[in-house]
């Protein structure tokens, strides 16, 4: 039997959700945006998500941008990454 492969994905996908998580500190929220502002600009920041961890410790932080493509995902994959704060990214 073969495997079932993942959907592929359409783009621009508009409403494409990223996720990260990290340890709660005001600059976790300005590096996320810088990167999205780099790599989708124009996303729309009143749509961001931000739910904190029971004990304060670590955030997570939900922006929906307009995905144009796989080079754009990985870039801002790999630009959160780099940031120290970050945990991780989905």
């Known amino acids: 039997m073969s ?3 993942p959907p592929k994905i359409e783009f621009p996908c508009e409403n494409y959700p990223i996720k990260v998580l990290g340890e709660s500190a005001p600059e976790l929220h300005t ?9 989708a600009p124009g996303f729309d ?3 961001i998500t931000i739910n904190e961890s029971s004990k304060g410790r670590f ?8 995905a144009t493509g796989v080079d754009q995902l990985t870039a801002i994959h790999n630009d959160l990454r780099i940031n120290r704060l970050i945990k991780m990214v989905m």
């Open 45 to 47: 920041q009143t749509r």
């Open 59 to 66: 955030q997570s932080l939900t922006v929906w941008i307009t």
């Open 3 to 5: 495997q079932p492969q």
């Open 31 to 39: 590096y996320v945006i810088e990167v999205m502002e780099r790599h």
